[in-house]
């Protein structure tokens, strides 16, 4: 066990040799395993958020950069590879300092929903990711192409002018998974259902009943032939 967040860890994402965790201090901590004792060392923390930061996730093929979803309504996009070089360079000007060294500066910041930011996700090849909100809303933003196709809306990412409006949850969106394929994004809600997604177009496939409270996790199992969810507990 390892401690450096002031206040509640509330996610954490690990990739071979480095881990990311996130807290309601408003940081997100960076760590790389140390082989002899098992153990994880703080690189780093990021800061910029103004409020509590409730998801991450690592870039799942190169781990070169990572995204942030908070409170304060925004997502963020962090370099891994310019991050290790500031710390590196911090550490040789600072060698004796103990606290953790720290970076501010996010490749991008996006003001991207109404209400807080209740996920991340990478989809497996990088190029696109996607966040889920208490707005009801699951917005997919395309990396490499700089056009943000949202569900609910698209975005182009120089106007940030919405495109297309879909609508669907009844309720905040807690968690979402993309398909092993790419084409496909299920996500779980407070209104008791999961949906499915095609990614090319923007379309609910399918809206999965079934549990007697909010759905707040959700993942694809057995290569994407099936889907496993949970919910909250209700009391008889």
Request: aromatic share 10%.
């Amino acid at each position: 066990m390892f401690a450096a967040h002031s206040d509640t860890v509330l996610s954490i994402d690990a990739i071979d040799d480095l881990l990311i965790s996130s807290s309601k201090d408003k940081t997100i901590k960076l760590w790389k395993l140390k082989e002899k004792d098992s153990s994880y060392q703080l690189i780093g923390t990021f800061t910029g958020h103004l409020e509590s930061v409730g998801c991450v996730a690592l870039a799942p093929k190169t781990t070169s950069f990572f995204i942030s979803g908070s409170v304060d309504k925004s997502i963020k996009v962090w370099s891994l590879k310019q991050a290790m070089k500031t710390f590196q360079k911090q550490k040789k000007i600072l060698p004796k300092k103990k606290e953790a060294l720290e970076i501010s500066n996010a490749l991008r910041s996006i003001y991207a929903h109404e209400k807080d930011i209740n996920a991340v996700k990478f989809a497996p090849n990088e190029k696109i990711f996607a966040s889920a909100s208490q707005d009801r809303t699951i917005k997919v933003i395309y990396l490499k192409l700089y056009v943000l196709i949202i569900f609910f809306k698209i975005w182009d990412s120089s106007t940030f002018s919405a495109k297309l409006i879909l609508r669907g949850h009844k309720r905040g969106v807690w968690d979402i998974a993309f398909s092993p394929m790419e084409k496909l994004l299920v996500s779980s809600s407070g209104d008791s259902t999961l949906k499915i997604w095609n990614l090319v177009d923007g379309s609910c496939l399918n809206s999965l009943e079934g549990h007697n409270g909010s759905v707040l996790k959700v993942n694809w199992i057995c290569y994407g032939l099936e889907i496993v969810s949970g919910n909250t507990f209700i009391r008889p």
